[in-house]
């Protein structure tokens, strides 16, 4: 670069890593589940690389950098809301919203509580309830209820901080999927998918001193913008549509998990 010539916006330079693949996502048993949630071929994982430390508190800038720079505008892959065709980002970002997502859960005793509070009985089938609706979705048991009716009465099992952790945003997507979901009697799929795609997307170490296994990635959700208005993860707003940035620090690499809510493939 000629001396005088700015650098990239936030100092940092990316590159794609087309060779990581998220195991998670292509096995076999996954992809029947993803079919029948509505969300195969709507949800992707990319990794790509960065050259420089990573600041937490400084994350929009990051975000920012990473749209902007040339690796990753040919290579970030989204669903357009016209054709439902993959494609890549093909207008200039202009802003970023970038949100904190707490990642410290290291283990599925946090669900546990769904059996203790009979929301799934000991033989791991969901309870069922009369169908009422949380707009767009359909509730017709009780673990939907839990993680959609702010008023029902078990509801505050889990805690605003719990119902931020990214495990629970993660398995709660699974549960509500795409728009033909068809919803799982018991709740064994939806806790062992969360868990690979967890494990595929977060790093984590053994503390030199304590032996403690600790996780050391920063997660946050993105939402980018052009001049026109939303431009990622798509110019529909959903719950079930989002971007996830997964920074491991000390890799320097960044998952991108992405989902954009319609109808997935079907056979």
């Not at 936030?10 to 589940?33: D, H, I, N, V, W």
């Not at 283990?107 to 069922?128: A, C, P, Q, W």
């Amino acid at each position: 670069m000629a001396a005088g010539e700015p650098g990239p916006p936030g100092g940092y330079s990316f590159r794609f890593l087309p060779q990581k693949t998220f195991p998670s996502l292509s096995a076999p048993e996954t992809t029947s589940r993803l079919r029948q949630w509505s969300m195969l071929g709507r949800v992707t994982a990319q990794a790509f690389g960065f050259d420089r430390t990573f600041r937490a508190h400084r994350r929009d800038d990051f975000a920012l950098a990473f749209f902007k720079d040339p690796n990753v505008i040919p290579n970030l892959q989204l669903l357009s809301d016209s054709s439902g065709q993959w494609m890549t980002l093909g207008t200039e970002v202009k802003k970023v919203e970038a949100t904190n997502v707490p990642c410290t859960q290291l283990s599925m005793s946090f669900f546990n509580r769904l059996y203790d509070e009979d929301i799934v009985r000991d033989t791991g089938h969901i309870v069922k309830c009369l169908d009422s609706f949380c707009d767009p979705f359909l509730i017709s048991d009780e673990l939907r209820k839990v993680l959609l009716v702010e008023d029902s009465e078990k509801y505050e099992i889990f805690s605003k901080p719990d119902r931020e952790e990214f495990l629970f945003c993660l398995f709660k997507h699974l549960c509500l999927g795409g728009s033909l979901c068809q919803y799982e009697d018991v709740l064994s799929p939806y806790l062992e998918t969360a868990k690979l795609l967890y494990k595929d997307l977060v790093s984590v170490r053994k503390h030199p001193q304590t032996k403690k296994i600790q996780i050391t990635s920063s997660v946050f959700k993105v939402t980018a913008y052009d001049s026109t208005g939303v431009c990622y993860p798509s110019t529909k707003s959903h719950e079930q549509t989002f971007a996830y940035f997964i920074v491991d620090p000390i890799k320097r690499h960044v998952n991108v998990l992405y989902h954009c809510f319609g109808v997935g493939e079907m056979s």
